[in-house]
């Protein structure tokens, strides 16, 4: 059964810090593109940042440009969220994303998601 399973959120003080990592596990042919989403109360979920399987970056959202790096280790099929000077409207539950393959299925890409994990930032 192919997963991802996220850890690091919790509570940290406006203008700290946070890493938050998620793990690819299972029978996986490959993985692809892998994102990082959050959603917060009464709100859609969005897109914060991805990543493509060779490296490339887009963060879509202005507010986290600067402050948020996304970065993956292809080996571990893991993928991490470094993000800084954290703010009060960065208080959200974070998901990861994968589009991977999985092993004996064929080859259609198939989008997976973690558990999620809260991430708030208060004093």
């Known amino acids: 059964q192919v997963q991802l399973v996220e850890s690091g959120g919790g509570l940290v003080q406006p203008g700290g810090s946070l890493r938050l990592s998620c793990a690819a596990s299972g029978r996986i042919f490959r993985v692809d593109a892998m994102s990082w989403y959050r959603q917060a109360p009464g709100k859609q979920r969005e897109l914060v940042a991805d990543?493509?399987?060779?490296?490339?970056?887009?963060y879509p959202l202005d507010s986290v440009k600067g402050r948020f790096a996304i970065s993956r280790d292809n080996a571990k099929r893991t993928v991490a969220l470094q993000m800084s000077s954290l703010k009060p409207e960065d208080t959200a539950v974070y998901y990861c994303?994968?589009?991977?393959?999985?092993?004996?299925?064929?080859?259609?890409?198939?989008?997976?998601w973690g558990q999620g994990t809260q991430v708030t930032v208060s004093s």
């Open positions: 994303n994968a589009k991977m393959i999985p092993r004996g299925e064929g080859l259609r890409v198939r989008d997976y």
């Open positions: 990543i493509s399987s060779s490296g490339e970056t887009t």
